[in-house]
């Protein structure tokens, strides 16, 4: 289990949870602020003393007020962590919602939790952290389950704009002459249903609308 946190969180309510949640684990040495650049300030000097941190929990998003900041928000904290001390467990906390935004944080920032404000919060909290405690990423059930349709269809540059096109309210019987317009020179009306077919198969979709909500929230359009 881990012994030194920092938390990084701006809402007082918020902080104190989290403060709580790290007690019931027996993390003694806790640290907290409100601040981005105070955050990456603590990180540093831990490091200078010898007495690492070994966990970061932060938020995403930190409301501005009268202090000026070099550090905007938790994604930049994330990546400043990581390049002073590229060994630090990070927990983000947050009420972010969007699967796309929370999948780049694993993929991009390579953040070894991500936990969700809302009800229960506080055991999902608990449950990340002892997870990677143990050396293992931890992963919201929800994002596990769309990430799981991701690995049954492969789009391809002709479903992409088939998507795309649907998105931006063009008519499916329309999109042969839409496609050809873009290059593709065999994108007919039956090719078009039936890659529209496959896709809502492959990924379990029941109509396009729900194809096309998918696809903008995993940043595919």
Known sequence: MFKKVLIAEDQQMASISIVKTMELLGIVQRQYTYYCDDALMH???ALQSGEPFDLLITDL???EDHREQQLKGGEDLITAAKSLQDDIRIVVF?????PSVIRSLY??????????KGRRDAEELSSAVETIGKGRTYMPLEIKRTASYHNTFEFDKLDIAIVSQLSKGAKQKNLPVLLQEQGFTRASLSTVEKRLKDMREGLGFSNNEQLIVYCRDYGII
């Open 94 to 98: 947050s009420a972010e919602g969007r």
């Open 61 to 63: 998003s930190f409301a």
């Open 43 to 45: 990180i540093r000097k």
């Open 107 to 116: 993929q991009d920032l390579g953040i070894n939790a991500f936990v969700q």
